[in-house]
């Protein structure tokens, strides 16, 4: 059974905050703890810490887990400190000019996930997640409720691995090696779940929010959106981006009420869901 190991920050740096959790770099070893924001279950750090373990056995590049963590208040996670690394969020913000250039490697390493086969025994089904989230909560309207569920019911999945919060700030390069890191939502399903999550990351965060999160403005992200999608979908033609585009956002509607309880936990607004809603086809998918 895990066990959590007390850890004193007095040895550590906070080097990063995000939404649900900071990181603390170790004064004296290359290795970076997680902790969760107070209020996050430790079901929350015990999950993405398996999780984390399934992915680094499984060879997909992240940084090795080591143990769980515990500052005696907050719970997580440590792992391999990765020396000299930037985000690719980082990188674009501050050398702009290479846009292209790590569009192409996001797309080459979004497309290389999203064919990894999964260990399906170690590594969750988004469609039964979200299933579980659905069935065993009311956090949305009764209507957003039953599409969700039918479009969930209607699914052919792949066993193959999405991350669950894929973005530019979730995946970093030391110059030689890049890897996948905060993979505590990865798991299998099909690739739309990956692509409709990070069209709404660089479409509907807002200047002050894609400055936080990814250090750089929403047209920035909206602009480097429109140069990844062609490449990681192997085409330039209108009509077929387009179409592409209105499949994810589906995916995009049904997750989007459960990675809102994971950071803020309350229900999905009402207004959201009026407004949303209507991307999730009541018919055949």
């Not at 373990?53 to 997580?76: F, N, S």
């Not at 990865?186 to 894609?210: K, Q, S, V």
């Amino acid at each position: 059974m895990l066990s959590y190991e007390n850890i004193d920050l007095k040895e550590y740096s906070q080097s990063g905050e995000g939404g649900t959790a900071l990181t603390y770099k170790h004064h004296s070893h290359n290795t970076l703890a997680k902790l969760y924001n107070p209020g996050y279950e430790a079901e929350m750090a015990v999950q993405e810490f398996k999780v984390a373990e399934a992915v680094y056995d499984l060879g997909i590049p992240t940084p090795k887990p080591y143990r769980l963590v515990t500052d005696g208040q907050r719970l997580g996670g440590e792992y391999e400190f990765i020396p000299g690394k930037r985000s690719f969020a980082r990188i674009l913000s501050e050398e702009p000019q290479r846009m292209q250039e790590i569009a192409r490697a996001f797309a080459d390493a979004a497309i290389a996930l999203h064919r990894t086969p999964a260990d399906t025994s170690r590594i969750p089904s988004v469609k039964e997640v979200l299933r579980s989230f659905y069935l065993n909560n009311d956090l949305v309207t009764t209507e957003y409720k039953e599409r969700a569920l039918a479009f969930l019911d209607k699914l052919e999945e792949p066993t193959t691995c999405v991350h669950g919060d894929f973005h530019i700030g979730n995946i970093i390069t030391d110059g030689t090696r890049t890897l996948w890191i905060d993979i505590g939502q990865l798991g299998y399903g099909a690739p739309e779940w990956d692509l409709g999550w990070f069209w709404t990351m660089t479409h509907n965060l807002g200047d002050a929010r894609a400055d936080f999160l990814l250090h750089m403005t929403q047209d920035s992200l909206v602009s480097f959106w429109n140069t990844f999608l062609p490449l990681y979908l192997g085409t330039t033609d209108p009509a077929a981006i387009g179409e592409y585009t209105r499949k994810i956002l589906s995916y995009y509607a049904v997750r989007v009420p459960y990675m809102f309880s994971l950071v803020h936990h309350e229900a999905f607004p009402e207004e959201g869901c009026k407004a949303l809603v209507q991307l999730i086809p009541a018919g055949n998918l």
